[in-house]
């Protein structure tokens, strides 16, 4: 199963993402972000982080989860490439980062997403396992 498949959307950039579990479908959102930002491949992961978020549904868990990300991205200049999510729920996120500072002359930048959006956001349980589609701000 791919982690996630892009999709049309006018101006901002749309993902598929999909996995047999709620966990594993959180740490494949996260991948799609950074992925569509740098290349992954060139990616250490040397730096862990820990992220907890909390939420009222799947659909907050998932934005938040991701914002949180992205907020680490901005301030920190940490770039993500392995992700590790222990708990998903409607009330939050429990999970592990890894990645390194963002280093222009090593890392191929891909693009840059300001913000996760609530645009056509779903979240749902499948006969596969689970599926979200989220919409990236750029």
Do not use: P
Not at 45 to 71: N, T
Request: some cysteine.
């Amino acid at each position: 199963m791919t982690r996630y498949e892009l999709v049309d959307h006018t101006a901002d950039i749309g993902v598929v993402v999909q996995s047999s579990s709620l966990t594993g479908l959180f740490e494949n959102a996260a991948y799609a972000l950074f992925d569509l930002q740098v290349n992954l491949d060139g990616v250490d992961g040397v730096e862990l982080r820990q992220i907890d978020v909390e939420a009222d549904d799947l659909e907050q868990a998932l934005v938040a989860w991701l914002q949180r990300l992205l907020v680490i991205l901005d301030l920190e200049n940490l770039v993500f490439s392995r992700f590790e999510v222990a708990e998903a729920c409607a009330h939050g996120v429990r999970g592990r980062a890894w990645g390194e500072k963002l280093d222009v002359r090593r890392h191929e930048l891909r693009g840059q997403i300001k913000a996760v959006t609530y645009h056509e956001l779903e979240v749902k349980k499948t006969e596969k396992g689970w599926r979200a589609q989220i919409v990236f701000d750029v």
